[in-house]
């Protein structure tokens, strides 16, 4: 199996230091939210994570769809993505996902099974099945 795109992201400094991408594209400041302690006003790891999940599994949306009677534009979905960062019984932490996906054009049986078709293919959804807890609410317009 060959490869289809690599990136590579350096941190410095943990959850208040900075990020930046190898090509420079990506180069953001961190904050600790102040919910956990810190003084916010930058971005952190969960609204990452957030963005990314949610661009991801709209663009699988519309690859599921490609090349059928009930395709949809980018312009059709709006996905928003809630990640929670949550204590284990361990001392740790894990995350708890909530997707809201949003499809105009389409009925509301059509639209759940187009998104449980693209749960089934988006790589952030295949990277942490069976890891992270993922409430998925369908929205027909």
Partial sequence: MSTLYTTRVNAYGGRSGTIKSEDGILDLAL??????GGKGGATNPEQLFAAGYAACFENAVIHVTRGKADKVKDSDIEVAAEVSLLPTEQGGFQLAVALEVEITGVDQ???EEIVQAAHAVCPY?????????????????
């Fill in 109 to 111: 049986a059509k639209a």
């Fill in 125 to 141: 959804s295949n990277a942490i099945r069976g890891n992270v807890d993922v409430k998925i609410s369908v929205f027909a317009q």
């Fill in 31 to 36: 904050a600790m939210p102040t919910e956990l």
